[in-house]
């Protein structure tokens, strides 16, 4: 097991720099992912720790040893890619051993350890088999038996789940981090998907554009994005976000949307009149109101999904979801009457940057 430290890592290709410095501290035992949108420089940043790609600056380190010139098998890691080819004319205990097979490792020695990750896998009936005779989990399965078997310091994975049918998908995540409780390995694990960084992560990384978004545990994220890019990314259906400026009406501080719809603040909000900026409300932070009390909005569509009821409104000429955890008898075009729940308001400025209490209010002023 071992501590990763990423600090101010720069790649280019050639004049084309895909990641712009990103630091991050990864803890031993720690389970981390990297997400972001496709093109953001996931997979690079990973295949940088694996050593599978040059470090045009900064430096990585393992173990408290910095690995930018270290070849990948001096590096103590393993790495389960979205296409892990296993070998088709090898038995599924041959597929997991071939790595110590080319380590020299002994025949007792290969035993011992394929044995230990096909129990720890749920493989051991399986060993016999040919990778053809295995069902998409099952062959991903023994793809991380490969890895397993190695005993690295570091798990890395990239979007090891995309091959899989939906509901397998679900059951694999549950079986890596099983494996992660068992194993305690530190795990660096790249996916676009924002429903496995939430169940998954320990901590999550947000990239974008080759940057660090945000780094925090997924409800920190959930609760306290620090951009209008992160309160978008994580949650689904996501964060609304409505443009407009601050005001206040009555001495208190009020938002109006573009529209010149009146939502509320909390009594702290920041004071700024004619301020622009965005107000951003989770769908869940949603209770209904008597008419003509809270915000109007208009029903365009109702989706009832057994547990929960989605509705997609229109507030002014700006579009927001609602989940409400019930049944709901409502019909499109009607206007049904919203309150937020203010405590949960989450305010941007007009370059998407959160605004929180004083600081903040400084940092308008002087811009
Ligand atoms: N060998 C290469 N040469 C030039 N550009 C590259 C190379 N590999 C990746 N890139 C560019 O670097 C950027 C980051 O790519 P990367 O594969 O890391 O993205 P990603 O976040 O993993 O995306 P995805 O979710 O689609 O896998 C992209 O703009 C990509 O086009
Ligand atoms: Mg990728």
Known sequence: MATVTIDKVRKAYGAVEVLHGVSADIADGEFVVLVGPSGCGKSTLLRMIAGLEDITGGTIGIGGRVVNNLPPKERDISMVFQNYALYPHMTVAENMAFSLTLAGASREEKQKRVAHAAQILGLTDLLGRYPR???GGQRQRVAMGRSIVRNPQVFLFDEPLSNLDAKLRVAMRAEIKGLHRRLATTTIYVTHDQVEAMTM????VVMNGGHIEQIGRPLELYDNPHSTF???????PAMNLLNGCFDTAGGQPVFKTNDGIVLPLPGNAPKLVGVEGVYGIRPEYFTFSPANVGIPA??????????ETHITATVGG??????FHDRLDIEPEETIWLQPRTERICLFDAGGRRLTGKAAERNLEHS
């Not at 208009?298 to 547990?307: K, W, Y």
């Open 318 to 323: 700006q579009t927001i979801v609602t989940v």
């Open 201 to 204: 992560a320990d901590r999550i």
């Open 230 to 236: 992160v309160a978008a990314f994580i949650g689904s």
């Open 298 to 307: 208009r029903v365009v569509v109702v989706e009832p999904l057994g547990s």
């Open 133 to 135: 005779q295995l069902s």
